[in-house]
């Protein structure tokens, strides 16, 4: 059975589709069959993967639980990794989609509306894990569209550690080359590098194992 991997935040607007378009395109072209599932009807990650040159990967639209379900169970042993794309809301599909995960992304960028939408994601979570037999075992926040040398930056991170958020060190800062993406298909310059900084160094710490995996095989 593939990895599974969603990007929750009942906030919208905090780079959910961002992550998920940038580690679809780098995990496929490290050689992952990866299937992205979009249960979001604003529909960017569909647009996205119809660019020409983001045709590597795969993907299928998912707006109930049922349908998520039978996506899941159909397609997803044919992958070697899952990538689950939200909306901005709080449903019965978003609590099915964290019980169905190994690993739980949660953008937040840095300002107070934000924070507190993660912290009420991650409430959901672990709301989730106790009704699940703790699963998802794996669940982070990760700072997205922020000026690294910027104070409010700083500031936002300090209170969602003090909330006791589990904050990753590593995030996606503002860039525009996040914007330009989704007209070229390809992650660019300093936001490819970005973007896939985050993704290895997730790898390594072994939140996202299918590298590891490949490795052990090799």
Same mark, same amino acid.
């Given at each position: 059975?593939?990895?599974?991997?969603?990007?929750?935040?009942?906030?919208?607007?905090?780079?959910?589709?961002?992550?998920? !378009?940038?580690?679809?395109?780098?995990?496929?072209?490290?050689?992952?069959?990866?299937?992205?599932?979009?249960?979001?009807?604003?529909?960017? !990650?569909?647009?996205?993967?119809?660019?020409?040159?983001?045709?590597?990967?795969?993907? +299928?639209?998912?707006?109930?639980?049922?349908?998520?379900?039978?996506?899941?169970?159909?397609?997803?042993?044919?992958?070697?990794?899952?990538?689950?794309?939200?909306?901005?809301?709080?449903?019965?599909?978003?609590?099915? +989609?964290?019980?169905?995960?190994?690993?739980?992304?949660?953008?937040?960028?840095?300002?107070?509306?934000?924070?507190?939408?993660?912290?009420?994601?991650?409430?959901? +979570?672990?709301?989730?894990?106790?009704?699940?037999?703790?699963?998802?075992?794996?669940?982070?926040?990760?700072?997205?569209?922020?000026?690294?040398?910027?104070?409010?930056?700083?500031?936002?991170?300090?209170?969602?550690?003090?909330?006791?958020?589990?904050?990753?060190?590593?995030?996606?800062?503002?860039?525009?080359?996040?914007?330009?993406?989704?007209?070229?298909?390809?992650?660019?310059?300093?936001?490819?590098?970005?973007?896939?900084?985050?993704?290895?160094?997730?790898?390594?710490?072994?939140?996202?194992?299918?590298?590891?995996?490949?490795?052990? +095989?090799?």
């Amino acid at each position: 059975m593939a990895e599974t991997i969603a990007v929750l935040q009942r906030k919208g607007g905090v780079g959910k589709s961002t992550l998920i !378009c940038s580690f679809a395109y780098h995990l496929s072209h490290q050689g992952a069959r990866v299937l992205v599932i979009d249960t979001d009807r604003q529909g960017t !990650c569909t647009r996205y993967h119809d660019l020409a040159k983001t045709s590597e990967f795969n993907i +299928v639209t998912a707006f109930d639980d049922a349908r998520f379900r039978a996506v899941l169970e159909r397609y997803g042993p044919e992958h070697d990794v899952v990538l689950i794309d939200t909306p901005g809301v709080e449903s019965r599909l978003t609590s099915y +989609v964290a019980a169905a995960s190994d690993f739980v992304l949660i953008p937040a960028s840095p300002s107070l509306p934000d924070a507190e939408g993660a912290g009420s994601t991650w409430e959901l +979570v672990e709301r989730v894990r106790e009704a699940n037999n703790g699963r998802p075992k794996k669940a982070l926040v990760v700072m997205s569209k922020f000026v690294p040398t910027a104070r409010v930056t700083a500031s936002i991170a300090k209170s969602m550690r003090s909330a006791g958020l589990p904050l990753y060190p590593w995030g996606m800062q503002e860039l525009t080359g996040f914007r330009e993406m989704f007209s070229t298909g390809v992650p660019v310059g300093v936001s490819h590098r970005a973007s896939l900084h985050l993704l290895t160094h997730l790898q390594l710490d072994g939140y996202i194992s299918w590298e590891a995996r490949t490795h052990e +095989v090799a």
